[in-house]
């Protein structure tokens, strides 16, 4: 079966920090296009089904590292454009070996996110 094509999947266990970037993206995305997800868990098992054209993705979640996520794409061979938005900055290397596009500062980059998102590919 193949897995069925969508926009963006922001995985956050931060609500305030997922409202944000929702917000900043729905109008470009559509609101309905925009998936969400808390916890490692629930993400691994959205990518399972789903392939998504962009992934924005924390490290520290309740459950987990979001690396995991990046290897899932990786074995995977999934060709999401990953950006890891984390304030874990001594892991970025990591995620750039593990296939992330790009790493922004949680502390200081949610602009430079958004821009980065919303830029044609």
Avoid: H, W
Wanted: glycine content about 4%; overall charge positive.
């Amino acid at each position: 079966m193949i897995p069925i094509l969508k926009d963006l999947l922001i995985v956050e266990d931060n609500t305030y920090i997922r409202k944000n970037i929702v917000n900043a993206l729905k109008n470009s995305f559509g609101e309905e296009n925009i998936y969400q997800s808390a916890t490692l868990q629930n993400a691994t098992s959205l990518l399972k089904e789903t392939n998504f054209k962009s992934v924005i993705l924390d490290l520290a979640l309740p459950d987990g590292n979001g690396v995991e996520i990046l290897k899932v794409l990786k074995k995977k061979e999934v060709k999401s454009r990953v950006y890891v938005f984390s304030m874990n900055i001594e892991l970025k290397q990591l995620c750039l070996k593990y296939g992330a596009t790009a790493f922004f500062d949680k502390t200081k980059d949610f602009d430079k996110l958004i821009e980065s998102i919303l830029k044609p590919n």
